[in-house]
């Protein structure tokens, strides 16, 4: 049975700063992806990791993918309040998409 | 385009009641999934369906049925609902597995 978890499941983080979110999964996939969800809306699709060793940025947010170690990073540069937000990662297991926990984002000024 | 639209937005019920879910998405995705969302948790997957008349259980599909009758809609249906269904209900789309899902607004379920 696949599993997905995240560390931290929250991070409170100063604005300007870096820092990694980890996800390890726990069965083999060359498939994942990070979703950002706001406080009461719906999962907005942030990247898609299709293959070991790959490499998404889009501002201040890169992911990438291990699929050796099983594991996915995000990483936020110069963290600002925008940022705030629950991000997911997501493995995809036979047509199924399984999420992890989620990290609870803070930036603060 | 209006993506992935769920109805209701917001329902209540009482404990034994029954009720069903509409997803529909006019994008002509093959996949469609709904999930549960819970306070603290990420989403866990009940259902999905690779193509029009086809359905799959997921993660937590006791206690639901679902049915893809068209390829644009997908319901979820509470036979007899329990206060652990109390939930937020998302659905989701994808044009192949390859693909990030486009999900839906949600629906806010309380079941007393």
């Known amino acids: 049975e696949l599993k997905v978890e995240q560390n931290p499941l929250f991070l409170s983080m100063q604005e300007g700063k870096n820092y990694t979110i980890y996800c390890n999964y726990s069965?083999?996939?060359?498939?994942l992806y990070w979703y950002r969800q706001d406080p009461g809306k719906s999962l907005e699709s942030l990247f898609v990791l299709l293959s070991n060793g790959a490499v998404k940025q889009e501002g201040r947010l890169m992911a990438s993918l291990d699929t050796k170690a099983r594991l996915s990073t995000l990483h936020i540069t110069a963290a600002v309040h925008d940022l705030s937000a629950t991000y997911f990662c997501a493995v995809d297991n036979t047509d199924k998409l399984i999420f992890g926990t989620g990290t609870r984002l803070q930036v603060f000024p | 385009n209006a993506g992935v639209t769920q109805t209701p937005k917001f329902r209540v019920l009482k404990t034994g009641q029954s009720m069903t879910l509409l997803c529909a998405q006019d994008m002509n995705h093959e996949y469609m999934y709904w999930y549960r969302q819970d306070p603290g948790m990420g989403l866990r997957l009940i259902h999905y369906s690779v193509g029009e008349g086809t359905t799959a259980k997921g993660e937590v599909p006791d206690g639901y049925n679902v049915s893809r009758l068209k390829k644009q809609n997908f319901l979820l249906g509470l036979e007899s609902a329990a206060p652990s269904q109390t939930s937020v209900y998302f659905c989701?789309?994808?044009?192949?597995?390859?693909?990030?899902?486009?999900f839906g607004p949600g629906t806010r379920l309380t079941v007393l």
């Open positions: 989701a789309s994808s044009y192949s597995i390859l693909q990030g899902r486009y």
């Open positions: 069965t083999t996939s060359d498939r």
